[in-house]
């Protein structure tokens, strides 16, 4: 019995390793690095080039996302005379700082670094990290999902004008905490009654459960708590205007997380920009160009307001 399971497991070996020949078929290759850590140790890694370069974007395709600063929300009024709340985020110096691939992590991402910070303040397998890719100490850092056609090497630099003015984005950051708070402040609730027959529990969620069956209250139960500093996404929010020189870009409407907290802006997945007009993978810019002297770039309204028309 011993005898056979060991022979049993000697063929699966060798089925592995003729799997892993170069003559074999791609799928089985694929099935093998993908699942097996061997496998992934023997097959040799193809020499992937990634090009700076401006490509076509398809309908497949998806880019990077980038990582900004909330600096705080103001007002524009548009050609019509309307007030259009906006909130400011800065683009801090976003570079690549890794790239992994199918080859070799089983997927394709692209992790992006926002700002500055002094190698003192960061632990050492993080200084490692940086060094490793040959690339600056960064505060914060993000791992995007992007196609293969929208990969970018180490070192590229991310601008404001990676995002269109007009287009639709996502973004996502964390909320402000607001500790512990009541029922009515945290679920809306409209509490008690406010005059005769209410005493001193205005303010209260009522009841929370039921009688002996079940003499229990059900788990989800909306009541008092912790409030705030949640992850979030708000999604489909209007680009209303870019200043490259200041790498500042406006949106309509609120973003969550406090100001000076990191935000993370990708392309919408709903209300989808016009493909023709994003630059991809990313906006090169020219050698010859001055960015000290852009004209920031406001979003084409049309003729009609479209803050004013119903979704």
């Given at each position: 019995?011993?005898?056979?399971?060991?022979?049993?497991?000697?063929?699966?070996?060798?089925?592995?390793?003729?799997?892993?020949?170069?003559?074999?078929?791609?799928?089985?290759?694929?099935?093998?690095?993908?699942?097996?850590?061997?496998?992934?140790?023997?097959?040799?890694?193809?020499?992937?080039?990634?090009?700076?370069?401006?490509?076509?974007?398809?309908?497949?395709?998806?880019?990077?996302?980038?990582?900004?600063?909330?600096?705080?929300?103001?007002?524009?009024?548009?050609?019509?005379?309307?007030?259009?709340?906006?909130?400011?985020?800065?683009?801090?110096?976003?570079?690549?700082?890794?790239?992994?691939?199918?080859?070799?992590?089983?997927?394709?991402?692209?992790?992006?670094?926002?700002?500055?910070?002094?190698?003192?303040?960061?632990?050492?397998?993080?200084?490692?990290?940086?060094?490793?890719?040959?690339?600056?100490?960064?505060?914060?850092?993000?791992?995007?999902?992007?196609?293969?056609?929208?990969?970018?090497?180490?070192?590229?630099?991310l601008g404001v004008r990676h995002f269109v003015p007009g287009q639709h984005v996502d973004i996502q950051?964390?909320?402000?905490?607001?500790?512990?708070?009541?029922?009515?402040?945290?679920?809306?609730?409209?509490?008690?009654?406010?005059?005769?027959?209410?005493?001193?529990?205005?303010?209260?969620?009522?009841?929370?459960?039921q009688r002996d069956a079940p003499g229990k209250v059900f788990k989800g139960k909306k009541m008092a708590?912790?409030?705030?500093?949640?992850?979030?996404?708000?999604k489909n929010v209007f680009v209303y205007r870019v200043d490259p020189a200041r790498n500042l870009m406006?949106?309509?409407?609120?973003?969550?997380?406090?100001?000076?907290?990191?935000?993370?802006?990708?392309?919408?997945?709903?209300?989808?920009?016009?493909?023709?007009?994003?630059?991809?993978?990313?906006?090169?810019?020219?050698?010859?160009?001055?960015?000290?002297?852009?004209?920031?770039?406001?979003?084409?309204?049309?003729?009609?307001?479209?803050?004013?028309?119903?979704?």
């Open positions: 019995m011993a005898m056979s399971a060991l022979s049993r497991g000697l063929i699966s070996r060798f089925r592995a390793l003729s799997i892993l020949n170069p003559t074999s078929s791609s799928c089985g290759e694929n099935w093998v690095r993908r699942f097996s850590a061997e496998a992934a140790l023997l097959t040799p890694d193809s020499a992937r080039v990634i090009e700076a370069a401006p490509g076509v974007m398809g309908p497949t395709s998806r880019r990077t996302g980038i990582i900004a600063v909330k600096c705080g929300m103001t007002a524009q009024w548009n050609k019509w005379g309307a007030r259009v709340p906006l909130s400011v985020l800065w683009v801090d110096d976003n570079i690549v700082c890794q790239v992994k691939t199918v080859e070799k992590e089983g997927f394709f991402s692209l992790q992006i670094g926002c700002g500055q910070k002094k190698e003192k303040h960061l632990t050492k397998p993080e200084v490692g990290h940086f060094r490793s890719q040959g690339v600056p100490m960064k505060r914060k850092l993000r791992e995007f999902p992007v196609t293969e056609d929208a990969l970018l090497p180490v070192g590229t630099s950051g964390i909320t402000m905490g607001k500790g512990f708070q009541g029922g009515m402040k945290r679920w809306g609730f409209k509490g008690m009654p406010a005059s005769h027959g209410a005493s001193l529990s205005h303010r209260s969620l009522g009841s929370t459960g708590g912790r409030m705030g500093g949640k992850r979030r996404t708000v406006w949106v309509r409407g609120q973003v969550p997380g406090a100001e000076g907290n990191f935000v993370f802006i990708k392309d919408a997945v709903y209300k989808k920009p016009d493909i023709s007009t994003l630059p991809f993978p990313t906006y090169f810019t020219p050698e010859d160009e001055d960015t000290t002297s852009l004209e920031p770039l406001i979003a084409d309204l049309g003729e009609v307001d479209p803050f004013m028309v119903a979704d």
